[in-house]
């Protein structure tokens, strides 16, 4: 069975300083999906960035990449030049090929002005 | 990306009663999901909503507590029956797309937040 595992309940970052939440999973497939969701008090579900797990170059969207271990099983999201905005409860999750997501406990964010 | 609407944004209701919550999508999708997400929790994948077949529930889940249609590719309603305060959850439709001809990535909708007294 597929687990997500978010070991950090809650995160602290200056603003503009770097921060990173880590996410480990476990799946006995070969061909997955990797991603980190970020949900804000509106509570709307937005996508954040995607790993395939056949790529070995790790996924960057403008300011926030991924460092994925694919033997270590360890997916984590580094976030720079933190902002306000980016304070939300941030969900690792995953997808076996064309199938359902299962997400972790999430990491609520807190960004210090 | 799609763009997914969900009606009710948010409801009050009685023990006892039943809810329909509507998802709708701005494009034809495959794959359309059904999640729960229960006060300071993740989420949890209710079924998978098939077009022209019945949904299929996960572990834990009965069509006769959440009855699931799906009368086209891009419209899904799930419905929460016999409310019970344990019921007091957001509810969050999502679609599957793909680059290629499997799903693989998941999109969500804005949410239902459900309050059951």
């Known amino acids: 069975a597929q687990t997500v595992t978010q070991s950090q309940p809650e995160m602290s970052v200056q603003e503009a300083e770097t921060v990173t939440l880590s996410c480990t999973y476990d799946t006995s497939e070969s061909d997955y999906y990797l991603f980190w969701y970020k949900q804000p008090p509106s509570r709307q579900m937005i996508l954040v960035i995607r790993q395939e797990a056949y790529k070995q170059q790790n996924a960057t969207e403008n300011r926030f990449s991924v460092n994925f271990q694919k033997a270590a099983k360890s997916f984590s999201l580094k976030i720079s030049d933190s902002q306000l905005g980016d304070a939300a409860m941030y969900f690792c999750a995953l997808m076996e090929y064309g199938n359902k997501l299962v997400f972790g406990a999430g990491t609520i964010l807190r960004v210090k002005s | 990306s799609a763009v997914i609407s969900q009606k009710p944004s948010r409801d009050i209701c009685q023990r006892g009663t039943s809810l329909t919550i509507q998802c709708q999508v701005d494009?034809?999708?495959?794959?359309m999901f059904w999640y729960r997400q229960q006060p300071g929790q993740s989420l949890t994948l209710i079924a998978t909503a098939n077009q022209g077949s019945e949904a299929t529930y996960e572990s834990g889940f009965v069509i006769d507590k959440f009855p699931i249609s799906r009368p086209n590719l891009t419209f899904s309603t799930l419905t929460v029956s016999n409310m019970s305060p344990e019921d007091s959850s957001i509810y969050l439709c999502s679609v599957g797309r793909s680059s290629g001809t499997i799903p693989d990535t998941q999109y969500f909708g804005p949410g239902t937040r459900l309050t059951v007294l």
């Open positions: 494009s034809q999708v495959t794959m």
